[in-house]
């Protein structure tokens, strides 16, 4: 099986250069593998990590350039410019850990009606030492309905003929996309996979390290978290367009409360920003005809 390790980065040059020293150290150790390397623009400092690499590489090495900004859009364009038939996805503030490609490259070749997934991701700051989001091999039947974070754009695969058949990642979603759905486009990709009839599997033995060096409680964990409670609603309001009305539960699971008891502040701070944020894609929706 040859897979193709697909890896965006914008502005990071420090974090970029550690992350492909740890994915160097497992794409070296198998015949067939490739990386594909996507800056933005004219990010220059990047560009020149990425090439750099290249020219020392045990591994054969591809380096595009995005022609404009989002997350997306630069996936998109290491899809096309890949080869193999298992496509593997993570950011430039990830490491990759020993064993990470062998043991996806050894499930994927056993599980074969399974056609995407993703690996378990160790957060430096919140997860507990030596341990991961996925505590164990998971099968994810079609039509799961699943929240953001299982299948972790930084740490997620797909087989290539799932692009073939259902397009790549929606650029009007994710990082840098201009909208205010900066979170959803991995789960959303992973949930029409899904929703096409796709079987997934979850493999905690892919291990990413995630070093975004955010604080708890800094201003920028806070940025994020709405950010992404904002992206969440949006996700929410998509599946409910699409006739998957089952995502009322999925949002009713996702704010626990006791039965009968208010919630506090910040379980309705955190219903208000998704709530928004199902409100603005509707808007979008509405505003610019898509998914009518």
């Not at 991961?132 to 998971?138: E, G, L, P, R, V």
């Not at 699943?146 to 397009?167: A, D, Q």
């Not at 626990?256 to 929706?285: N, T, V």
Request: glycine residues 10%.
């Amino acid at each position: 099986m040859k897979v193709s390790l697909i890896i965006c980065s914008y502005g990071r040059p420090p974090s970029l250069a550690a992350c492909l020293k740890s994915v160097a150290s497992e794409a070296s150790l198998y015949d067939g593998s490739e990386i594909i390397l996507v800056y933005t623009l004219d990010d220059s400092g990047t560009a020149e990590v990425m090439n750099e690499f290249a020219k020392t590489s045990r591994t054969p090495v591809k380096v595009c350039r995005a022609d404009k900004r989002g997350l997306s859009v630069a996936r998109n364009v290491g899809i096309a410019n890949s080869t193999g038939d298992l496509l593997f996805f993570t950011d430039d503030d990830c490491l990759m850990q020993p064993g990470h490609l062998g043991t996806l490259i050894a499930e994927m070749e056993s599980e074969q009606d399974c056609d995407y997934g993703g690996g378990g991701v160790h957060d430096v700051v919140f997860s507990p030492p030596g341990t991961t989001h996925i505590q164990q091999k998971t099968i994810i039947k079609p039509r799961t309905l699943f929240l953001g974070g299982i299948v972790s754009g930084c740490n997620m695969f797909f087989r290539r003929k799932v692009f073939e058949k259902l397009g790549g990642f929606r650029e009007d979603m994710g990082a840098a996309s201009g909208t205010s759905f900066i979170g959803p486009e991995d789960l959303e990709m992973a949930a029409r996979a899904s929703f096409s009839g796709m079987t997934g599997v979850l493999l905690p033995g892919a291990v990413i390290v995630h070093d975004h060096k955010r604080l708890p409680n800094s201003n920028a964990m806070k940025e994020l978290a709405y950010a992404y409670n904002v992206s969440r609603g949006s996700f929410f309001a998509y599946m409910m367009m699409h006739g998957v009305y089952e995502v009322w539960n999925l949002w009713a699971e996702s704010s626990p409360q006791d039965k009968g008891c208010k919630m506090d502040r910040q379980m309705l701070e955190k219903l208000q920003q998704e709530f928004y944020g199902a409100a603005e894609y509707i808007a979008y929706c509405l505003k610019n005809n898509i998914d009518l």
